[in-house]
């Protein structure tokens, strides 16, 4: 229960399911470690008493699912819910033959590699569970072609903003959010924002990574580099949410990506590729954003050049855009878990 997305969504669902329907909860964690977020008192946390070895993986594999299978015999719960590519199939097999509906959650890009023994093990291990959820259309495309699995159903995550309810008057700022690794090409967006030049306009970036430095450097020497910002990893990125007017995202290569969502829901304008997967879900193009196809970088430039001029253009897509994040409250996506658990559908 660290800090990452997957465990910010199980810690969401936890505290809905808990809260909005009749279930008693058991959070079940795999590995004993500090718990990122917080989990209500009336969720039942259930960890092992020893830690994880690494001289000793094969043994602590052998310990934790036999503690798995333990627990869940002993607290004979309807269903089972896990989550992660590099857990699903863990689960299944630990708890072969108990008689639980088990649901899995892959939460992972279409055709991502987990090493070829999960590359494997996945596809045919999945096949046993009672259902399969999806993040996106097209990860339940590639998982259905794996699987033949015919009950997947695509629910995406919970989206919510914390944005302070004073006004506040949004600047002419195009805002980047995320982690600087390879498939998220922020270079892109330096190289995009000065071809434009527009000197009105500023460009926000939030977050690091191991590209934080070429990308800072590859902004330096820019002609823009006077408008070109770095704000490093935050706690309050609804402030800057909240002043920006344009979401622009550079990423080729998604799960589900949250941060576009969350941008959405803020009121921004947004552009991004249509990349493999997750944007198509969320970016109705020409109507709430922009979609680009990946590498069509002069397209690219030139819608996110009429975005900073044309200010009927980004109230309309942040209206629309934060209507369509509406389907994504917690409420909602609590409830479309609730009601796949409860489904007739068969598995295979």
Not at 4 to 21: D, N, P, T
Not at 27 to 52: A, C, G, R
Not at 138 to 154: D, E, F, G, P, S
Not at 171 to 183: M, P, Q, T
Request: charged content about 25%; some cysteine; proline content about 3%.
């Amino acid at each position: 229960m660290g800090a990452g997305g997957m465990e910010r969504v199980m810690s969401q669902l936890a505290s809905y399911f808990v809260q909005f329907s009749n279930y008693q909860v058991y959070l079940i964690i795999l590995t004993k470690q500090q718990k990122f977020y917080s989990i209500p008192d009336n969720v039942t946390i259930i960890e092992p008493e020893f830690n994880y070895r690494g001289n000793a993986r094969l043994i602590f594999t052998f310990r934790i699912m036999y503690f798995l299978r333990r627990k869940v015999k002993s607290l004979k719960p309807d269903y089972v819910l896990s989550f992660g590519g590099k857990y699903n199939s863990f689960v299944i097999l630990s708890l072969f033959k108990v008689r639980t509906r088990i649901f899995i959650s892959d939460r992972s890009q279409p055709g991502i590699s987990y090493g070829l023994f999960l590359d494997y093990i996945n596809p045919l291990v999945y096949k046993f569970s009672h259902g399969i959820v999806a993040q996106t259309i097209q990860a339940k495309c590639a998982l259905y072609k794996v699987t033949r699995h015919r009950n997947i159903k695509v629910i995406g995550n919970p989206i919510s903003v914390e944005v302070n309810k004073s006004s506040v008057e949004r600047e002419n700022i195009i805002l980047n959010v995320g982690r600087f690794i390879s498939s998220k090409h922020q270079e892109l967006l330096v190289d995009f924002f000065d071809e434009i030049d527009n000197k009105d306009w500023k460009l926000y970036f939030i977050g690091d990574g191991p590209k934080f430095d070429a990308v800072k450097e590859r902004a330096q020497g820019a002609r823009s580099s006077d408008r070109i910002f770095f704000i490093g990893k935050i706690s309050n990125v609804a402030e800057y949410y909240q002043k920006a007017k344009i979401f622009a995202f550079t990423s080729v290569s998604e799960g589900f990506p949250n941060v576009l969502g969350e941008a959405m829901g803020a009121g921004l304008a947004c552009i991004s590729f249509d990349c493999l997967a997750g944007p198509a879900d969320l970016i109705d193009n020409n109507t709430n954003g922009f979609l680009v196809p990946i590498n069509a970088h002069t397209e690219y430039i030139s819608k996110l050049q009429l975005l900073m001029e044309d200010e009927s253009l980004i109230k309309k897509f942040s209206y629309n855009g934060k209507k369509k994040i509406e389907h994504y409250d917690l409420d909602k996506i609590g409830q479309s878990f609730l009601d796949f658990f409860n489904s007739d559908e068969n598995i295979n």
